[in-house]
């Protein structure tokens, strides 16, 4: 059963950085675009984040470029999301997500990934 598990979330003071985690099991992501989204209360989810199998390939939304950063670890099936910077924009659960076709882009579009995972809070106080 693939999974993805993401970790790191949590309250942090605008200003402040997080960094979040998402590790695969089940099947090996090595080839496979992977990425961030996040959900605000109320709202729809979009995209922040993503990086193509070699991390030599990263998108970023508008609203988080020159904060967030993304990276990978293929030995370990995990990519990371380094926020910096965060503002209460930035309040969301964010969602994992990971595409079983290999030496793709990395892409926004959510119908390119076939995995989620469940999501992680990120709370930012002003």
């Known amino acids: 059963q693939v999974q993805l598990v993401e970790s790191g979330g949590g309250l942090v003071q605008a200003g402040g950085s997080l960094r979040l985690s998402c590790a695969a099991s089940g099947r090996t992501f090595r080839y496979g675009t992977m990425g961030w989204f996040r959900q605000a209360p109320g709202k729809e989810r979009e995209f922040v984040a993503a990086?193509?199998?070699?991390?030599?390939?990263?998108a970023f939304a508008d609203s988080v470029k020159g904060r967030f950063a993304i990276s990978r670890d293929n030995a370990k099936n995990t990519v990371y999301l380094q926020m910096n910077s965060l503002n209460a924009e930035d309040t969301a659960v964010y969602y994992c997500?990971?595409?079983?076709?290999?030496?793709?882009?990395?892409?926004?579009?959510?119908?390119?990934?076939?995995?989620w995972g469940q999501g992680t809070l990120v709370t930012v106080s002003s």
């Open positions: 997500a990971a595409d079983a076709a290999p030496l793709g882009t990395a892409t926004m579009f959510e119908a390119a990934y076939d995995y």
């Open positions: 990086v193509n199998w070699s991390g030599g390939n990263t």
